[in-house]
């Protein structure tokens, strides 16, 4: 029974957890924060982070941050620059 308990516990406490698991995003926010307002697209630093630290969920944030800058910057139809209908 304690063998099972302690195969338990390093399954829930692994890889995701412990102080990698927070350290991660909290090296995303300031590589974002540093880099966001050098670079015209977002996300950069989080998703690089996020990559190298092998945390697919800031990986996935970074990508959505980045996927919204590129959507921004590209001339999509339907969205015009006045605050008409776009057209």
Known sequence: MA???RGYARKAYG???GFKGILAPIIGG???SYL???LPIDGIGA???GMFMHNST?????LYKVGMSVGNI???PGRGGTSGGGF
């Open 3 to 5: 063998r099972r308990f």
């Open 15 to 17: 890889s995701a957890g």
């Open 30 to 32: 300031v590589a974002d």
């Open 36 to 38: 966001d307002p050098m």
């Open 47 to 49: 998703t690089a982070v």
């Open 58 to 62: 800031l990986k996935d944030i970074g």
């Open 74 to 76: 590209l001339p999509l």
